[in-house]
């Protein structure tokens, strides 16, 4: 059976595959760093080579945005999109596959124990930034292609890919190009995207739902240049402790948002809804300890996978203007931004969170008297995505993983984002499918980014029994 | 007369002096910052060399400390005291000078307008890092000794000289140092330190009094590592959260330190007191103007002195280990610390201090009901200092300034800490006179930090019409 042949193979072959991710991931394509932009075009190029290597047709498409501009006034080049093409067979269907290709920024000196852009082997895990997210899973399709090709297997659907190089800054241009290229789009019957991970370590899941971002930055702004604190303490009104308050006043110890309406805003929960989380496995106690802590913001395993996935949460990320060096500096920053953001959630809505943000924040910081000048910016949200798992496509998915794995898996919604799924589910018209590769502590965006070997490579194996369930639906 | 051929020579040798203090401020002598350790300890060895093609007979005493452990558990060696000594002549009295030759961390990025390790002359003004603090002042005392010798002018006094490089840390090592060779400073009659600024842009000065400084770290650690704010975001308690919270609750907006107590240890103001401050030349629309804020904390010029002379304030510098950076990272930190500092005044005691904060901070914290770990940690606290500005030894500098600047100067005090100040006069039991070169706009600490050529230039006259005074006392 072509399957065996092509599992077999894809076994055979891991030392290549690995060596394959490794020269990704010493590609630094961190797009949020306008030092290391260059890389993310490198990356993509590096992607082009290969994937034209095995007659996928590609195409860069420049990015519609053309420069995107940094809070310091500089414009940076915004990464072109790359399309790809392989068959258009008209009596095959045709898989859409998403991916990205740059990656979050990392430094050994962020608690590392590794150097972050080379892939370092360990313990039956693979190391480094980018490992899962998602070069991992970007590789995985082309391993697959190339796996069947050399076994002379033929392609039972066609697949088209658009892999992105800024996915980690929120997709800049994407949607814009997308819309533009609807005919690239046009005849795709369904969508998968490999770019989140399991609930747990051990068992696999399909994703129909992830929640959207709406992030925001607050900026206050006092003298016109940092200060001595000796000279000016206790004569200015000092935009850091101005920042410090208002961040406060977002949430309460308990992790719940104070910004008034927020919660109206929130879909209602169904019996029907309430009754999917009975059935998932869900490890509380795995959860808590991959994490590091003892209490969690409720201690019933239901509450915590809604409030990851079906409730809005908010977190502040950092400030960026004050001293944040090791050491001590006895300086007033002059103008500090609070960077924060929310996970937004169904029924939410972008604009309208943001209207509500800032005249939440807007009416607390009217209340604080201060002299200083106060702005909140919102960034630009993306709306949360919930798609349909008693579609077939969905279950050509489960008929993939019972295959490799031998287990049914579970549907699981997931805290973060991906807004590209919804512009595919929206421009398309078709099902959209979220199929990881990674496990839960695979630790995307943190230190210590890994992806297991074993995930690696029965993710292969499940791309391939997926693609062949594709071409019976 | 000496003085008039020595005012003469110094202006005839401007660009000399200027070219001097540019090879200074070119050696990146940053003692807080660990990669530029070694540099301090460079600029050390330039300025005994100086000092020992003057005559000045040198000797590096070992740091008495060795190491300094830093945040990471990682070590640092810390640099060595120079100290200098021109002339034993029996029957002369003797002066100590005091400066540093460390400075603050800087980067271009920060918003210098040039390169702050390149010293820049615009304006009349010479832009660098080190410029005014304290590098400018340390060299104007070598120059005039260079000029009196090449005029073959007798020095009139023994100088003594104590240069350190680990000011901008807290002086870490000087006064066990000083403790140690009580014999250098036995046969001292007065101690001058020129690191400290004008009350003006216009009029000279004399400070009598210095503030204290107690700094402190609060670190609130959660999950073992950074996590993806998407996948855990409402499901963790977040240590950044938390933070920003316990940060808040420290002043109010109008800059009053909120920690009980505190005002307590504040010295009464007296009658005699008040009216010190009504005599002031203070030009508070000019300060307003310098610093770039329409709204101070008061409007009255005699409270706002107060406010940075007398009374105590608490600045927020920063928080290490959140997202620092342009752009946006959606990341939850798993460990955070926030820096601040309180400048204490008399009768605070730093121990006092410390207690009071830590026990206000705990207290505060236990109210929070956040399950994560918070550690308060006093980083090491320096006393205020307050001389007697009736002793002949600081009418020496008032004549001096009359002969240099044509005014009478006013006695001010300083809302900054030179915590040596009070050692000195510990340890010598004589008078410490603080005879500020640079003006009130110099920027000591922030970004274009400057030294006006005249300042540098009339700094030297008036050093050496100190040191003629100091001989008729």
Redesign the interface.
Known sequence: MAYDSIAAQIDKCKAKWIDRLAESVAIRSVS???EHRQEVFRMIDWTEKLMTSLGIVCQKIENPLGTET???GTTLPLPPILFGTLGTDKNKRTLLVYGHLDV??AAFE??WNTEPFQLIEKDGKLFGRGSTDDKGPVLGWLNVIETMQGLGIDMPINIKFVFEGMEE??SDGLDECLEQRKDFLSGVDFVCISDN?WLGKQKPCITYGL?G?S?F?IEIS?????????????????P??????L??Q??D???NILIKNIDKMVAKLTEEERNTYTKIDFDLNG?KKD????????EDPKQ?LM??WR??????????G?????????????KVT??F?I?IVPDMVPEEVDKIVVDFVSEVWKG????NKMKILP?GGTLAWLGDFKQPHFQAGVKAIKKVYGVEPDFTR????IPVTLTFQNLTGKSVMLLPMGA?DD??????EKLNVTNYVNGMKMFAAYIFECAKI
């Open positions: 949020p760093s306008a940094m809070s310091d979050q920024p962020d608690g800054c929120g991970y929640r971002l992030p930055a006092g003298p016109n240049q940092d200060l001595h604190s000796g000279v000016y303490g206790g004569t200015i009104h000092e850091m402790n101005d920042l410090c308050w961040l406060s977002l949430t110890t308990k992790a959860f994490v590091g802590v003892e209490k969690l913001t409720s915590i409030r990851r409730e809005p949460a908010l977190s502040i990320h950092g400030i960026e004050a001293f944040s060096g090791k050491g001590f500096k006895t300086v007033i920053p002059s609070g960077k953001s996970r604080r008297g201060s002299p960034l997931e805290g973060g984002s839960s630790m995307a965006h943190s230190q210590n």
